[in-house]
């Protein structure tokens, strides 16, 4: 059981840096982008091959899962902005492309790599510690970096743009704002770090599979959602600021893991998880529209003042 | 300062809901006009502006801002020669973002934004002072979501942001009309007081007449997508309500019973 669990923290930090790269298209975009299913295996794909295939570096590997991932955010931004096709279709037909890329860039459905060395493996070496250990530490580290990095650029000019892109399109396109831009830059952004996130996890579970990245999209909405339910537990000025909210995400993805490494110990068949993933998004999203409407009836008096 | 010639915009043009909205427009600001524009729903005014501001592309003519051709530039191209204001006081602001936020996207407009910090430590000091011109008590609130301010103050904000860096052309489309009658007052008086201390060329759609005849320099009224009436400084000072209405009814005819104009 506690294996299960360290198991699940490590893979929760990793998929953490899908979840920022939801993030940034769901809650500063509004979008739900649909290319994260394609491109998370697209990341992972490409590393596996390039480390069995090509001998690649394993470092190399994850950098170059990150930039493919990054052009397959780039394809549904171009599809998005410049034939103006609606954010959701563009990317159902990215993801739908990649599935078919995937196959052609592996040549078979999955690829092991259980011979090569991979960061952790090496790490592992330098070190002394477990491959389990080093694949968390290392995961946090690289989460860490990328929450600085998302800070950092989205308080730059071109990162507000891009908020306010998200806020009022109207308005920051009046400001001399090509929102074209922003968004494709945005989609490519989130992206990268999906792929970035597929690639590290083909690498810490020594496989890259086809279906590696079917419904990442609801699990990286589901972590934003657990992450936000959870923040509002605490203060609200150690939960207000962007970092707060980013590493909220990444909270909210390793909760997601640990309840998911749970009910699997409780007997539920793996297959039913992305079930229970959907039924908390939903819920999540539910809850907030029904107490708003429960909190208006209930308001309601009959002679027009209430007595309070 | 802005130069428009035969400038023409039919909308779903062959198709049952065509409609004319710009039948060749001519019309030249010279620098430091305050034009107001006045006319009935439909008569081409909102068209008019946003033409100027290249929300839509042209179908023919030509527009020149401070002697260049901007009539095929998108609308983030020509922003850094416009400042707008819109209507709607929850278009013209980011909700979600800080007053100092988006005070700093306003300072930037027409810039290219690259990777230096979004607000610097200069604007952070200035800021505060430009905010308290508007004495409504915001220069205390930088860190205030735009999203808590009242109307009012939303549209205050966002002729400041629009006049932060001087603009060629102001363009105001209605900017007090989604307003209570006190908060637009202030808020005109404010744009009065901008235009006459920036000397800014301004455009301004208002649906009052009084206001029309009082503000600006200049007036034009607007009917079924033509300029019908154009009149400045003494002839326009001494305009009533009653002139503006008689020469409305004789334009519009019929229509003219129904329209929103009575109600100014």
């Known amino acids: 059981m506690l294996l299960a669990l360290q198991g699940a923290v490590s893979q929760g930090v990793i998929w953490g840096i899908m979840v920022l790269g939801v993030y940034i298209t769901f809650k500063l975009l509004d979008i739900a982008d649909l290319t994260v299913d394609g491109s998370f295996a697209l990341g992972g794909c490409v590393c596996a091959v390039l480390v069995v295939g090509y001998g690649a570096d394993p470092l190399v590997a994850i950098i170059a899962a990150m930039l493919a991932g990054a052009v397959a955010g780039a394809v549904t931004g171009f599809l998005h902005t410049v034939f103006e096709i609606p954010a959701i279709l563009a990317g159902i037909l990215t993801q739908i492309s990649l599935w078919s890329i995937n196959l052609r860039v592996m040549g078979k459905s999955n690829t092991p790599i259980l011979a090569n060395e991979t ?186 003042e209430a007595d309070a | 300062m802005l130069k428009l010639s035969r400038v023409r915009k039919t909308f779903n043009k062959g198709t049952v809901t065509e409609k004319q909205a710009l039948r060749g427009i001519d019309l030249e600001l010279a620098d430091g006009d305050f034009v107001t524009v006045i006319g009935g729903n439909g008569a081409g005014k909102s068209t008019l502006l946003n033409m100027i501001a290249g929300v839509y592309p042209v179908d023919s003519g030509v527009i020149e801002i401070a002697g260049k051709d901007v009539s095929r530039l998108s609308e983030p191209a020509r922003a850094k020669y416009l400042g707008r204001v819109f209507q709607d006081p929850m278009r013209g602001t980011a909700s979600d973002m800080w007053i100092e936020e988006n005070l700093a996207l306003a300072a930037r407009r027409g810039k290219s934004r690259g990777l230096a910090w979004g607000i610097s430590a200069k604007e952070r000091a200035e800021f505060p002072r430009l905010l308290a011109t ?113 020469k409305f009814g004789r334009a519009a005819g019929d229509e003219f019973a129904n329209d929103r104009m009575l109600l100014g």
């Open chain 1, 119 to 304: 960061i952790f493996s090496r790490l592992s070496d330098l070190s002394g510690l477990p491959q389990s250990t080093v694949a968390t530490i290392c995961g946090l580290v690289i989460a860490v970096l990328m929450i600085a990095a998302l800070y950092w650029f989205f308080g730059t000019e071109l990162g507000s743009a891009l908020r306010a892109t998200g806020d009022n399109e109207d308005m920051i396109r009046a400001l001399g704002v090509n929102t074209k831009v922003t968004k494709v830059v945005a989609l490519t952004l989130s992206n990268a770090l999906v792929g970035l996130s597929g690639g590290l996890i083909t690498e810490s579970q020594k496989y890259a599979d086809i279906g590696m990245g079917t419904g990442a999209i609801v699990i990286g909405l589901a972590a934003i959602v657990i992450g936000e339910v959870l923040a509002r537990l605490l203060p609200a000025r150690f939960t207000a600021g962007f970092a707060a909210r980013l590493t909220a995400a990444v909270v909210g993805s390793v909760v997601y893991f640990l309840i998911r490494a749970i009910v699997l110990q409780m007997g539920m068949d793996a297959n039913d998880m992305k079930l229970l993933s959907a039924i908390i998004v939903a819920l999540a999203l539910c809850v907030p529209v029904v107490w708003e409407k429960y909190r208006l009836r209930a308001s309601y008096t009959r002679g027009g």
């Open chain 2, 134 to 246: 508007l004495d409504l008590g915001l220069e205390t609130r930088m860190r205030t979501k735009v999203g808590l301010l009242s109307g009012g103050q939303r549209q205050a904000l966002t002729l400041l942001m629009a006049t932060l860096t001087d603009p060629r052309v102001l363009l105001l489309d209605e900017h007090t009309a989604a307003l209570d009658p006190k908060t637009a007052a202030k808020v005109l008086e404010l744009t009065a007081q901008i235009v006459e201390e920036r000397h800014l060329t301004t455009l301004m759609i208002t649906h009052n007449m009084n206001d029309a005849i009082r503000l600006g320099n200049r007036l034009i009224m607007m009917h079924d997508g033509q300029v019908i009436f154009d009149v400045a400084g003494e002839e326009k000072r001494a305009l009533t309500v009653a002139d503006l209405l008689q």
